[in-house]
């Protein structure tokens, strides 16, 4: 009976800092590597920073307080489906009725969110 080697996929978070490494999972890999495991590393931190651009993807991560949960709202509808509902209470009420000064209402998320996430 023959076994295959295990093949180990690192994610970095869509919104983690694209201004620094990501020593964890670097290192990671390179210890598995020792042990002749092979691995990657997915880096969609970048990929959604060219996608919405990096002073969007900054505002969210770095300047936006974490009890809005930004990030969540913009990945539901991948897990949950559309729910215009959901959106107008959540925009309106909690994003916008706190925010207004920081995250402009102009921005609507079924424009500017790449298909790689929907």
């Known amino acids: 009976m023959s076994f295959n080697k295990p093949r180990v996929a690192f994610v970095y978070a869509p919104f ?17 590597g020792r042990q002749g495991i092979a691995c990657d590393i997915h880096y969609f931190n970048i990929r959604l920073a060219h996608e919405l651009g990096v002073q969007l993807c900054d505002l969210i991560a770095n300047n936006m307080p974490p009890s809005l949960l930004v990030g969540e709202w913009l990945f539901a509808p991948s897990l ?3 729910n215009a509902h959901a959106d107008y209470a959540y925009l309106h009420e909690v994003l916008w009725g706190e925010n207004k000064d920081t995250f402009p209402p102009e921005v609507d998320r079924r424009f500017w969110m790449p298909a790689w996430i929907t």
């Open 16 to 32: 983690g800092a694209i201004d620094k490494p990501a020593l964890g999972i670097s290192l990671l890999k390179s210890a598995l």
């Open 80 to 82: 949950t489906g559309e």
